[in-house]
């Protein structure tokens, strides 16, 4: 497997960062571009954290371990060395492989009630779609695709464009999009399940 460099490493960081926290720059429209060059790195005093994390992790891993770390809002390199960024990592992992089981499960939390309650805005709490995410009861995987197969994103930015919480999570959905791959057919095969219940 290729390993990045410790110049490589810092781009990527660099623009997996801007893509999670800057509303208007694309990870997958630039092919992952930015403008640093190797001499402002070598001016870094922090450039050894990104050598030692480019020789432990291959170049895939060391994408998914900054993905999974920025979804958490860890935002600077020095935060990416602890034992907690390890764990956050593997938790990602987790979830990502066990996609279909984690989803299925979740969606049974979020249609308890029927197709059309987890939906529902109301001016004094957020939809139970959102409640459950914010208590970490569905994971992010399953709000993206909830989104993509009901597209409820657009309805509650028009409700709740003023709201800080809801524009975060709203955000992180879109920006984490591009980045899950999983089987549409399977998903919308679970999600009927569901509704038949």
Known sequence: MKHFSGYGAYLLFLALKTHFTKPNYDFF???GKLRATKESYQKRNDKFFFDKLAKEYNATELRDFYIANL???KQYITELLDDEAKRTYTDYL????SLSYNCTNDMARVFVKGLKEPFIVSHNAYPSIVLLFLRREVSLETMVIVD???GY???FDKYYSDDIIWCKVSKKISKYRPFLQY???KMKDI???EMAK
């Open 29 to 31: 429209r630039m092919n």
């Open 71 to 73: 979804l958490e809002e």
């Open 94 to 97: 987790r979830r990502r492989q």
């Open 148 to 150: 993509d197969l009901l």
């Open 153 to 155: 994103t657009d309805k």
């Open 183 to 185: 089987d549409k057919t």
């Open 191 to 193: 999600l009927k399940n």
